[in-house]
């Protein structure tokens, strides 16, 4: 949009006194926010109305994304960039005498997710809206995100994330649109005078679902689509029906919280309620829609695609036949071919374990109609597969079995399209996780690599290296990531490869300033800043990291003339709050840090730093200025991983095993420009098969790895007696799951391989900038494009070269 500084300071100057009844040198960081919001979403407002007219007029497809968990991060910076003013609104603010970045940093970030696979469905809304496909996002907007996480004596302590205590400026409450979704009570069939059966029900628990709309602004094209998180309310209440506080609790409860991934939170029946709430008022809200503009329904899947992010929606399925058996009046079979033909599903996991099921006992008595009606699933399913599969397999597969719904197995049955995340994740799903599934549905099966929004990732996280790059090779990127390729023309351009160098301690300083203000520890930017920022998880594996610091410490300890390349660890990592595994390693790293920061011996050689709630915007903050990108999971465990890829359009070099989407980075970058190591997934499923997998072979056969694991129980590191014989237990009486000791070699060895590399700066630099120009292919631009063409088959405007 077009806008210029003159027009932008008055208006910003009328908003504030419009809002807040005083003068903008009178107003707070917050209350510039509010107004700043407020403008842009008035100077939006256009785009939004018009993208959603034309979608209506032209009758286009649209795609709704359903994920029970959306990381946005924040969006004032995110929305003026895609607006085309950042540049204009950041100089009107200066001219006021205003500190931008302060008034984005009062922004919260709404923690509405876990961590990849919600910020997933956030990147992919805004390469939706930039791409100018009709997307659509349906979520839940939960009244509290994720906790916010403290360290108190190095262990994790929880707080409540209140985000919204002082509202939301983004969105939109549209109560005429809400519906009503119904839980519990009884139902029955009753048969109606033209043979149909209508369900009748009585004594239900109704919830007034309220969607909350907010706008997600597309790169530079006028394109705004809508994000729509819906709210649990009291029912209007027609004949003055009283209320008791239970049952407002019981309402209230529904979207109130955000549940960490964690397995024990299965099971938890205010989960299914969560589960349900979302897919129910998404789906009775889409086909409402449609009907307003269709008769029939026959083109209902040439109009709406329906994408589930993991299995926590599936309820969509049958949700969706209810609505059209129940509603609609439609044949069963007819009902099906619409639903299935609808819906597509989107699997981001390996572990078994880890799939989602619902004991039947709570299923029927929470959802009684959609509990029918996933029985008829199950009936139809097994009477068509018995006689072509046999009964084995057909009762492996089934959705109800062992007392469970079996919500992975629905959402393969009910579904078009089955995708895992990177490919050999999707080769996994087809030859372990679903393989029995794969064999009845092997035309469903494909894999979407996953992608990352690199406007936010490198456009605003990074400026500084926007700026070199647009000075090198044009802005065309900015539209195009893959066009970043052509940067790599210089990688014998000395001058520019020192200014790489200058961007990347450009950003150290950035980050070394918040780690001394918040942690008081000082760090220096002539260090190798190696960074590891994930949910924490024993698959992932950050006690390898912890291991390879122990050695280090206990080298100098032994060495103290000797030169060492300094070091700065950085850790970021929340661990679900019944995970004690997990919350035992945070302890361990805390405890690590305070023995090494503080040792004399030690000095700048090497600082470890676990940087509290790690999240969005600390994410935008650490990822500029890592030089090394930790991606070390058990080899198959990991599905894909996304910070691996915003870490490399970034210029950090991949220190990485070869799981997930490390295997599609280090080929797109070349084997050379990164470190790999450590167990294949053949080896670790050989392992597996064989069982022959023993954990203290690897440390009886290595003194220096038999040294670090003592130093877990020996009192070298303070504070862990606990801790430390848990985590050491895990590993040698438990025989180390993860295989972390198989794997500790290796890791070593490229560790050290990176200290004597880094040394050589201009090769480093050289391996910095293939990492950033080979990018480009991982911009969730090209994943949207790919399954808008061969899943969704939802057509979008922009040509991506
Ligand atoms: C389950 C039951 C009860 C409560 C919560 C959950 C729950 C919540 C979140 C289970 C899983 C999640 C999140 C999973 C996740 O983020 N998976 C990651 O998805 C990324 C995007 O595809 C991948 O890159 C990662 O590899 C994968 O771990």
Redesign the pocket.
């Known amino acids: 949009m077009k806008l210029d500084e003159k027009k932008f300071t008055k208006d910003f100057v009328s908003e504030v006194k419009a809002t807040y009844a005083i003068d903008v040198k009178d107003s707070s960081p917050l209350e510039q926010l509010m107004a700043l919001g407020n403008l842009i979403k008035r100077y939006d407002s256009s785009n939004w109305k018009n993208t959603s007219k034309k979608y209506r007029q032209k009758d286009d497809k649209q795609v709704y994304y359903f994920s ?2 959306f990381l946005p991060g924040r969006l004032l910076k995110s929305n003026l960039l895609n607006l085309g003013i950042l540049d204009t609104v950041r100089a009107g603010l200066s001219e006021l005498g205003l500190d931008f970045e302060k008034i984005c940093r009062s922004e919260p970030d709404p923690g509405l ?6 910020r ?1 469905a956030a990147c992919y809304m805004d390469s939706m809206a930039s791409l100018g496909m009709a997307g659509n996002g349906n979520g839940i907007r939960y009244r509290y995100g994720l906790f916010k996480q403290v360290f108190m004596n190095g262990y994790q302590v929880e707080l409540p994330d209140d985000w919204l205590r002082n509202g939301n400026v983004w969105e939109i409450r549209r109560e005429n649109r809400a519906c009503v979704v119904r839980f519990g009570g009884h139902v029955w069939l009753q048969p109606q005078a033209d043979g149909h059966l209508r369900p009748v029900y009585d004594h239900t628990d109704d919830v007034l679902a309220v969607p909350y709309d907010v706008g997600i602004v597309g790169y530079h094209n006028g394109v705004t689509n809508t994000m729509r998180l819906w709210s649990a309310e009291l029912p209007p209440s027609a004949d003055q029906t009283f209320y008791s506080q239970a049952q407002r609790d019981r309402i209230d409860q529904i979207t109130e919280v955000l ?5 024990n ?2 099971g ?1 029946s205010l ?1 299914l309620r969560q589960e349900y709430f979302f897919s129910s008022a998404g789906v009775q809200s889409i086909v409402r829609h449609y009907l307003l503009d269709h008769s029939t329904l026959k083109e209902f899947p040439r109009k709406v695609a329906i994408h589930i992010n ?1 299995t ?1 929606p599936t309820l969509v399925i049958p949700e969706l036949m209810r609505i059209l058996l129940d509603e609609c009046d439609c044949p069963w079979e007819k009902a099906w071919q619409i639903t299935t033909a609808t819906m597509s599903y ?1 699997n ?2 390996i572990m078994q374990e ?1 799939l ?1 099921t619902w004991p039947i006992d709570m299923f029927k008595g929470l959802l009684p109609r959609i509990y029918q009606i996933v029985q008829e699933i199950d009936r139809r399913y097994r009477q068509e597969k018995l006689p072509i599969f046999g009964e084995n397999t057909v009762d492996k597969t089934a959705p109800l079995g062992n007392g469970q719904v079996r919500m992975a197995y629905l959402a393969v049955i009910g579904s078009h399209s089955v995708n895992g ?1 990177a490919p050999l994740h999707t080769e996994l799903l087809k030859k372990d996780v679903l393989m029995d599934l794969y064999r009845i549905y092997p035309e469903r099966f494909n894999n979407k690599t ?1 992608g990352i929004a690199d406007r936010r990732w490198l456009q605003l996280a990074n400026d500084p290296l926007s700026k070199l790059i647009d000075s090198k090779i044009g802005k065309d990127w900015r539209s195009n990531p893959k066009q970043i390729q052509t940067l790599s023309a210089f990688e014998n351009d000395d001058k520019f490869l020192q200014d790489l160098e200058k961007v990347k301690i450009e950003n150290k300083k950035n980050l070394s300033k918040y780690v001394k203000d918040e942690l008081g520890i000082t760090i220096g930017t002539d260090a190798i800043y190696d960074v590891q920022i994930k ?1 924490l998880h024993a698959y992932k594996r950050q006690l390898l990291h912890v291991f390879e610091i122990i050695r280090e410490y206990l080298d100098i300890k032994d060495h103290p003339q000797k030169k060492v390349i300094p070091r700065v660890h950085i850790f970021g990592a929340k661990a679900a709050p019944s995970y004690h595994y997990a919350k035992s390693v945070i302890k361990l790293i805390n405890a690590l840090a305070d023995l090494v920061n503080s040792d004399k011996d030690i000095g700048n050689k090497i600082k470890v730093v676990f940087i509290p709630n790690y999240g969005v915007s600390l994410g935008e903050l650490i990822i500029p200025a890592a030089d090394i990108s930790e991606q070390i999971s058990t080899a198959s465990k ?5 910070s691996n890829m915003k870490l490399m359009t970034n210029g950090a070099l991949s220190l990485a095993t070869m799981d ?2 490390n295997i599609d980075i280090v080929r797109a970058a070349g084997k050379e420009n990164e470190y790999t190591f450590g167990l294949t997934a053949d080896d670790v499923y050989g392992y597996y098969r064989r069982g022959d997998y023993h954990s203290s072979d690897f440390a009886n056969k290595n003194p220096e790895l038999q040294r670090i694991l003592n130093t877990l129980i020996d009192g070298t590191i303070p504070g862990i007696s606990t801790e430390g014989h848990e985590i050491y237990d895990s590993l040698i009486r438990y025989n180390d799951e993860y295989f972390v000791l198989a794997d500790y070699a290796e890791y070593v060895q490229k560790q050290k391989q990176i200290s004597q590399d880094f040394t050589n700066r201009k090769q480093w630099e050289q391996r910095s900038l293939a990492n950033i120009a080979a990018s480009g292919t991982f911009s969730a631009d090209y994943a949207v494009a790919r399954y808008g063409e061969d899943i969704w088959q939802v057509p979008y405007d922009r040509i991506l070269k």
């Open positions: 029970i968990e997710g876990n961590g990849g696979l919600g997933l549940y960490p991934d964690d397995s939170a299965a938890r989960r993991d926590h989107t981001h996991t880890a989602e995340v996953n949910r990991e599905a894909s991983g996304t997930g989407a």
